[in-house]
């Protein structure tokens, strides 16, 4: 897909917050008929642009054209008669209406706004134009996360957008649903739309999009097109060269104890084929290392023999001293070794159980939730409540089923009970894949906050920028081996040879 003629052309836009310059002069276009991702870091003024576009912010100076005619955009109202649209991250949906009201609502020319059935064929049609999977008659709140989303996007297309933009819209997305929302915008694409993409995740980014503009403190650093660019290549330029372009080394942990040692470890995968080849590695306490790569290179082996789920064909684990390479899960639990991953039912919430069941539930064995074999109901309790307010669980009563608690509350209960008995190491893989942005924050802090009671954490992360940012070592799983990055390394050059380099042209 080239760019042809362009649709709405955004240039030198600058916008300043006191003393922060969230943007500083950035240009984007668009064109008609394609899909252009926007990326940056955090704080790269992403959200900021694309509140210029759609008439939230008014910038200090910058033009707008659309179709090579300029425009002034006082308030989002301006911006949709242009043909503008936006998805925002946190829905603007009424929970109790059905979709077909959902999508009319509001709509100046509705002659149909009270005949219900022609109000949902209007709806159906729209939705069977651009291939969009929704049931119209369904009330909104009965509606998964990503077909809610999906409903944004009709409303957008009935106020006629043109071009339709979603900021981070993966970010509350499971991977399935990122799939489905990838064939949609691909759909409105192919019928003559535009979309602007935000994402920070490369290869999510890099399948959807035609072309990618990155931008980095509030100024452009480049407009690829897709096809020319890779993780490597996209990662340099949002990372840029500065100091943050080194591999982070903020903890050094050279002289503690090891709290885990992978030594030459083989593990198959369920075909019987090896997926982990001879792989080592170390992480001493009071550090976290970093495991990063694309998805499909050992990782989900690698995880499942250090949570003893999968037994390796050869080779050696060790956690705090202990060869635990042959151990149970419950062994390992018991050692003091805790996994996060980004399967919620793979932990095992015990829906029927209350929250305090569920948080002690790696515990009852243990003093002081038991002794002798004999729980103590009382000590579980004030275990329970220590935890919810350490890990700021949003319960006013522990002994409430865990089922009834908020999917955001969920994850913090089953972070509280690993981390409460993580004493020596935290594997976490993905652990942030699916949530949103607070909640992610929160795992991160998590992570930090175990780093610095002294455990030793594995981050097992195939989101690149997750694995830079919280690492205090890093390297990359490929082909089932793990190369550690020299510490003051170029990730530019380095990171990127590590993951996609060397490896044979199909
Ligand atoms: N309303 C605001 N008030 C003050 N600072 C803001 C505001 N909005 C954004 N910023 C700042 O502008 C910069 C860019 O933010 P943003 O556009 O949200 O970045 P991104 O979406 O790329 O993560 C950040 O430093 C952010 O803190
Ligand atoms: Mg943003």
């Known amino acids: 897909m080239t760019a042809t003629s362009s649709l709405v052309r955004l240039s030198g836009v600058a916008k300043a917050y006191g003393a922060t310059r969230a943007l500083d002069g950035v240009s984007f276009d668009i064109a008609e008929g394609e899909i252009h991702g926007l990326l940056g870091e955090n704080g790269a003024g992403k959200t900021t642009l694309m509140n210029v576009m759609y008439g939230l912010v008014s910038p200090d100076s910058g033009t707008i054209e659309v179709s090579g005619r300029a425009a002034a955009f006082r308030a989002p109202y301006d911006a949709i008669r242009a043909g503008i649209g936006m998805v925002h991250q946190h829905f603007m949906l009424v929970p109790t209406m059905t979709v077909a009201e959902n999508v009319l609502l509001g709509l100046r020319e509705n002659p149909f706004w009270r005949r219900r059935d022609r109000a949902q064929g209007r709806v159906r049609d729209l939705a069977r134009e651009f291939g969009i999977d929704v049931d119209v008659t369904r009330r909104v709140d009965t509606l998964p996360v990503g077909v809610q989303q999906r409903v944004e996007v009709l409303k957008c297309l009935a106020r006629r957008a043109t071009v339709l933009v979603l900021d981070e819209p993966t970010a509350v997305l499971t991977p399935q649903e990122a799939d489905e929302l990838a064939t949609v915008l691909r759909g409105l694409r192919d019928a003559g ?17 035609d072309r990618i503009t990155v931008i980095r403190r509030g100024r452009n650093v480049s407009t690829v097109a897709a096809a020319d660019a890779d993780e490597a290549t996209i990662t340099a330029m949002m990372v840029g060269e500065g100091v943050a372009a080194v ?30 080849r001879g792989l080592s590695l170390t992480v001493r306490a009071g550090e976290i290392v970093g495991v990063a790569g694309v998805d499909g290179n050992g990782q989900a082996e690698l995880m499942d023999a250090l949570a003893g789920v999968r037994m390796p064909a050869a080779g050696a684990v060790w956690v705090d001293g202990k060869d635990l390479t042959r151990a149970s899960p419950r062994e390992r639990a018991d050692a003091g070794m805790a996994i996060i991953t980004d399967d919620r039912r793979l932990k095992g919430l015990a829906p029927g159980l209350s929250v305090a069941e569920n948080l002690v539930s790696k515990r009852f064995r243990r003093e002081p939730a038991s002794r002798r074999g004999w729980l103590k109901p009382r000590a579980i309790a004030a275990a329970a409540q220590a935890d919810r307010d350490e890990y700021d669980i949003r319960t006013a009563d522990v002994a409430m089923p865990v089922s009834e608690l908020s999917g955001g509350n969920q994850q913090k209960v089953v972070i509280a009970r690993e981390l409460s008995h993580a004493r020596s190491l935290l594997v976490a893989m993905n652990p942030t894949r699916g ?36 690492s205090d070592r890093i390297g990359v799983m490929r082909d089932g081996f793990f190369r550690e990055a020299p510490p003051g390394m170029r990730i530019r050059e380095g990171l990127g040879r590590l993951m996609l380099g060397g490896r044979s042209t199909p």
């Open 193 to 209: 739309r535009s979309v602007v993409f935000i994402s920070h995740k490369l290869g999510e980014a890099l399948d959807v999009c």
């Open 435 to 470: 949530l949103d942005v607070a909640a992610a924050a929160y795992v991160h802090q998590a992570l930090v906050r175990a780093r610095d009671k002294g455990r030793g954490v594995l981050l097992i992360s195939t989101e690149l920028d997750e694995a830079i940012k919280m």
């Open 247 to 276: 591999a982070p080394h903020r903890v050094n942990a050279d002289g503690h104890p090891r709290a885990l040692t992978v030594e030459d470890l083989h593990v198959a995968d369920a075909r019987g084929i090896p997926a982990v």
